[in-house]
C-alpha cells in the first residue's frame, strides 16, 4: 500500500513539474515580447485590437500571451511594478482555473491583474472576491491605473452603497467586491419585483482571493435575507433565569468532547418544576424544551471574549478562523436571543427568511472558478471533490529560509505561559520583534497582563480593537515590537521586517527576522500555516515556533492527557511521539471536517429546488414569459411568497429529521423524501392564488392598486450570515431538536432496548 502511495506521489509530483516547466517557458515567451519601445498610444491600441478579438470569439488562450505582456509593460510604466516570472506563472495558472498556492508577500494582487484583464476582454465581466471591504477597495484603487490604462473599467463594491453605486460597479469590466456582498446583492435580486432593481448580470469568471477560507472554512455559511424582525418578548429572559438555577453534574450533563449539552432526569424534573409546564418531553413542549436547550447552551458552552464580545451594547461574534468579529453574523435564531439575554441585552428575533443561499453555492454560480491563496496545498482534495479544482503550488521567487522549530509542549497550562513570558522577555531583550498568536480575546488580553508584569510593552490586536489592525500590523515588524494578536493576523496582512524602513530591516534581518510564536495548534494545520507564513516573506529571515500544553482544549478533547501519563513539571516534554500525536490529531479533525460534507447533501437538495424556481422567476421578470405586467407582477409576488413558506417549512423539518434515527430511518432519504413532497406543490399554489388575485384586480393596470392589494417587495429587508458552525460540526452539531430526540431515546431506551449513541 505504502508503494502505491509513494508511486502515485512521484507522479503527482512529476505532472506538477511538467505543468511548472510550461508555465515557465509561456513565461519567457512573454517576456520575450518585450513592449518597452512601444508608446502608450501604441499599447491601447493593441488592448483594443485584443478586445476586439475577443469579442468576435478568439479562443483566450490564444490571446493569452500577448494580454500578459500588455500587462506587465502597463503595471511597469503605471504603478512601476515589473511582475516576476513566477507571478506570471501564477496568472497563466488562474487563467487555467486552477487554486494556486503563493506564499505571503509573492505578489498575489499583481498575479490576479493578468487574469483578469484577459478574460474581462470578453466583455462579460470578471469578479475578484476578497476577504474584506478595505482589501477590496484597496485592491481596485491600486490595481486600477493598470486596467484603465489598457481601456478597460474597475470598480470596487462596498456594503453601504445605493442601488445605482452597485448596479454601475458590477457593470464594470472588472469588480473587486467581498463574496457575502456579491452573495447579499445576489439574493436580493432574487426577490425584486423589477428588473431595474437587479443589479448582476450574468455570472462569468471569478478570482477569489483567500481561496481556502471562502471556499472551505466558510464555505457551508448561509447567506440570509429576511424581513424586519421584531423585539423578542420576555421568554428568553425566563429561560435564563431558569438555567442559572440548574447546577452542572446534578442538573445537565456534557458530552465527552464538551461539544453539547443536555438536561439529565433530574434537570427536566427540576425544569418542569421552574416552568410549571408538566413533562417537557411531551411533543406541546416542544417550543419549551428547544427554548431551555438553547438557553442552557449559551449559558455553558457559548465563552464570553472567546466566542463572542459585547460591545456598544450589542452581541458580536467572534470568527474562529480568524479571531476578528465576524461582521453581521447572527446564531441561530432561538440561540441569538438566549445568548443576548444571558448579557442582559435587548434581541431581535424572526422576520420571514425570503431567501438563502451557502458561499459554496453561490460561488459555484459562476462557470469559471479559480482561486489564490497561501495555504491551498493542505487541502487540495477538498478543492477537487467540493469545486472540482486542482491545486497548483508556485515556487517562491526567492527560496524560503524561515526556520520552524519543532512544538514545544508542557504538561499544564501555568507552565506554558511561564515558558512564553520568559521566552517572548529574552528576545525581545535582542530587539527582535515578535508576533503572538493566541486563540482568543480573552487569551491575548491574559499575556498581554503578564508581559506588563515582565516590563514587556506589547501592542494587542484582538476583535476588540479591530479598527486598529491596519496601523498595529504595520508597525509588527519594527525593532523591539512584541504584537500579541488574535488569527485576525493571519489574512491579508503583509508584515515587512523593519517596517518598511531599509536600515531597519537590515538590523531585524542580522537578528534573524519576524520571529512567530503560536499559543496553541489550531484544528487545521492551514491556520497553523497561515501565521507561520508572516514570517519569512520574500527570502526575508524568519522563524516560528508553537507553545502546546497538554491542557489545551484541542489535546483534552482527544485525551491525549491520559494517554502521555507525564509528571506535572516546567520543563518541555521531548517526546517526538507526542508532537507526531499532535500532527495526527490535526489530520483526523481535517478528515472529520472532509466527511462533514455530507452534511451539505442536506442545502444542496434545497440549493437545487431554489435553481430551478428561480430559473422559471427569472424568466418572468425578463419578459421571456408571454403575460401582462399585472400578471408578471403577481406571479412574481406568489412564487417569493410560497418559496418563503417552503423555506421555513425546510428549516422545522431540518431541526426534527433526527428523530428519523429513532425508528431506524435515513434522515437524509426522508428529508428529501419530504421536502420534495412540498417543493411540488409551490406551482400548484402559485397557478391558485395567481389565478384568484387577477379575478379580484380585474384586470387593473394601476400598480398603486396593486400594492394596496399588497402585491409589494418588504418594506425593508436585513441581510446576515447564520453562525451555523454551531449547528453542523463546531462546538455543537446538535439541534435543540436533536437534544429532545435524545431526552426522547432516553426514555425509550430501557423499553425497546435501544442501542447507546
Known sequence: ??????????????????????????????????????????????????????????????????????????????????????????????????????????????????????????????????????????????????????????????????????????????????????????????????EADTVHRPFHYVIVDEADSLLLDEARVPLVIAGEPDSSGNDVIRFADVTRQLEQDKYYDFDEFKRNVYLNEA??????????????????????????????????????????????????????????????????????????????????????????????HFISLYPKICGMTATAYASAMEFKEIYALQVVQIPPNRPNIRIDHPHRIYTHKEAKLKALVQEISSVHATGRPILIGTSSVEESDMLAKALAVADVPCHILNAKNDAEEAEVIAKAGEIGAVTVSTNMAGRGVDIRIGGGNPTQAEVVAKL????????????????????????????????????????DELLLRFGIDKAIRAHRQDETLEDPVLRSKIAHIQRVIMGQNFDIQELNRYSDMVEEQRRILYEERLAILKGKKLMSPLEQRVRLFYIDKFWADHLAYVSYLREGIHLESLVSGNPIDEFH?????????????????SANMLVRLGGSNDPAEWEEFGLKSPTSTRTYIINDQYIQNMRSSWTAMTVFAFGIRKILRPIFKLSKF
Not at 504603478?79 to 505571503?104: C, K, N, S, W
Not at 498575489?108 to 462579460?124: C, D, F, R, W
Not at 417550543?287 to 449559558?299: I, Q
Not at 497561515?530 to 507553545?547: N, T
Open 673 to 689: 423524501a419530504q421536502i420534495t413532497q412540498a417543493y411540488e406543490q409551490i406551482p400548484a399554489k402559485v397557478n391558485s392564488e
Open 512 to 551: 534573524g527576522g519576524l520571529y512567530v510564536i503560536g499559543t496553541h495548534v489550531h484544528e487545521s494545520v492551514r491556520i497553523d500555516d497561515q501565521l507561520r507564513g508572516r514570517s519569512g516573506r520574500q527570502g526575508d529571515p524568519g522563524a516560528s515556533v508553537f507553545f502546546v500544553s497538554l491542557e
Open 267 to 360: 434537570g427536566a424534573a427540576k425544569a418542569e418544576a421552574l416552568l410549571g409546564c408538566g413533562n417537557l418531553y411531551e411533543s406541546h413542549n416542544s417550543h419549551l424544551l428547544s427554548s431551555l436547550n438553547c438557553a442552557l447552551y449559551a449559558e455553558t458552552l457559548l465563552k464570553k471574549d472567546v466566542d463572542y464580545i459585547v460591545r456598544d451594547g450589542k452581541i458580536e461574534l467572534i470568527d474562529e478562523y480568524t479571531g476578528r468579529v465576524a461582521e453581521n453574523r447572527h446564531l441561530p435564531e432561538g440561540l441569538q436571543a438566549a445568548l443576548a439575554a444571558k448579557e442582559g441585552l435587548h434581541s431581535k428575533v424572526g422576520g420571514k427568511i425570503l431567501g438563502t443561499i451557502t458561499l459554496q
Open 1 to 194: 500500500m505504502n508503494l502505491a502511495v509513494k508511486l502515485m506521489q512521484k507522479f503527482k509530483d512529476r505532472d506538477t513539474q511538467n505543468k511548472l516547466k510550461g508555465y515557465r517557458d509561456k513565461a519567457e515567451l512573454i517576456r520575450k515580447r518585450n513592449l518597452e519601445a512601444w508608446d502608450d498610444q501604441r499599447l491601447k491600441a493593441e488592448s483594443l485590437r485584443l478586445k476586439k478579438e475577443a469579442k468576435s470569439g478568439a479562443p483566450l488562450d490564444e490571446l493569452l500571451v500577448d494580454a500578459y505582456a500588455l500587462v506587465c509593460e502597463a503595471a511597469k510604466r503605471k504603478l512601476g511594478l515589473q511582475p516576476y516570472d513566477v507571478q506570471i506563472m501564477a496568472a497563466i495558472a488562474l487563467h487555467e482555473r486552477f487554486v494556486i498556492e503563493q506564499h505571503t508577500g509573492e505578489g498575489k494582487t499583481l498575479s490576479a491583474v493578468m487574469p483578469a484583464y484577459l478574460n474581462a476582454l470578453t466583455g462579460e465581466g470578471v469578479h475578484v472576491l476578497t476577504f474584506n471591504d478595505y482589501l477590496a477597495n484597496r485592491d481596485a484603487e491600486w490595481m486600477g491605473p493598470i486596467y484603465r490604462f489598457l481601456g478597460l473599467t474597475v470598480k470596487s463594491v462596498q456594503a453601504g452603497m445605493s442601488l445605482s453605486e452597485k448596479r454601475e460597479a458590477y457593470a464594470a469590466d472588472i469588480t473587486y467586491v467581498t463574496a457575502k456582498e456579491a452573495g447579499f446583492d445576489y439574493l436580493r435580486d432574487t426577490i425584486t419585483l423589477s
